[in-house]
């Protein structure tokens, strides 16, 4: 195994956060601005969890081929729930007092959630983020069999030439990737909600 394929799957989970966070973060303000469409989106995020990563990437690829495209839609939508998720219940839980203060100030709706709630909400927010990035390390070993690389060719390869050592090998870079990436951001998650919990 080189270098290479660890950045390769690096690449791939980057990229799938990235556009999760684009994605689900509008999403979760939807959420909760509109009770209308409230239940339909967080029902449709709740779904697509359920749906086996593997199935979801062949149902994209039917439609898209194979490749890193295909890979990366499958781990945005796979990924979205805990963004949406946190997101939605970050605002919510923005003490209502504070919401009153700033319609008070004449603060528009907008300047209200940029300014005041989405930042009370990031800790929450970040939360999210964190489930979202270690979930995509663990699904983008399936990239593989869609023609994305990364470190399931590895493993796969070990497994069809029952190659024991390069099984171990690529199961405990991702491992050691999943831990190291989590670690970092439970670090980050922490020092958020210690600065939220001061102001």
Same mark, same amino acid.
């Given at each position: 195994m080189n270098i290479t394929m660890v950045l390769e799957h690096l690449y791939i989970v980057l990229l799938a956060v990235v556009f999760t966070i684009a994605v689900g973060l509008p999403l979760g303000v939807l959420a909760y601005y509109f009770k209308k469409v409230r239940q339909v989106i /967080?029902?449709? @995020?709740?779904? /697509?969890?359920? @749906?086996?990563? /593997?199935? !979801? !990437?062949?149902i994209i690829m039917v439609f898209l081929g194979a490749g890193k495209l295909t890979v990366i839609i499958g781990l945005v939508l796979y990924s979205l729930l805990p963004v949406v998720h946190n997101t939605y219940l970050g605002l919510s839980g923005v003490e209502p007092a504070i919401k009153e203060a700033a319609r008070g100030m004449g603060m528009t709706k907008m300047y209200r959630l940029i300014h005041v709630e989405l930042p009370i909400a990031f800790p929450m927010v970040f939360t999210g983020i964190r489930i979202a990035t270690v979930t995509a390390v663990g699904v983008a070993v399936f990239a593989t069999f869609v023609g994305g690389g990364g470190l399931g060719s590895v493993i796969y390869n070990g497994i069809r030439i029952q190659n024991t050592m390069q099984i171990l090998t690529g199961t405990l870079t991702l491992v050691v990737m999943a831990v190291a990436i989590d670690f970092v951001m439970a670090y980050i998650e922490k020092r958020l909600y210690r600065r939220s919990s001061t102001k």
């Amino acid at each position: 195994m080189n270098i290479t394929m660890v950045l390769e799957h690096l690449y791939i989970v980057l990229l799938a956060v990235v556009f999760t966070i684009a994605v689900g973060l509008p999403l979760g303000v939807l959420a909760y601005y509109f009770k209308k469409v409230r239940q339909v989106i /967080l029902w449709m @995020v709740d779904i /697509l969890q359920t @749906v086996p990563a /593997l199935a !979801l !990437l062949g149902i994209i690829m039917v439609f898209l081929g194979a490749g890193k495209l295909t890979v990366i839609i499958g781990l945005v939508l796979y990924s979205l729930l805990p963004v949406v998720h946190n997101t939605y219940l970050g605002l919510s839980g923005v003490e209502p007092a504070i919401k009153e203060a700033a319609r008070g100030m004449g603060m528009t709706k907008m300047y209200r959630l940029i300014h005041v709630e989405l930042p009370i909400a990031f800790p929450m927010v970040f939360t999210g983020i964190r489930i979202a990035t270690v979930t995509a390390v663990g699904v983008a070993v399936f990239a593989t069999f869609v023609g994305g690389g990364g470190l399931g060719s590895v493993i796969y390869n070990g497994i069809r030439i029952q190659n024991t050592m390069q099984i171990l090998t690529g199961t405990l870079t991702l491992v050691v990737m999943a831990v190291a990436i989590d670690f970092v951001m439970a670090y980050i998650e922490k020092r958020l909600y210690r600065r939220s919990s001061t102001k």
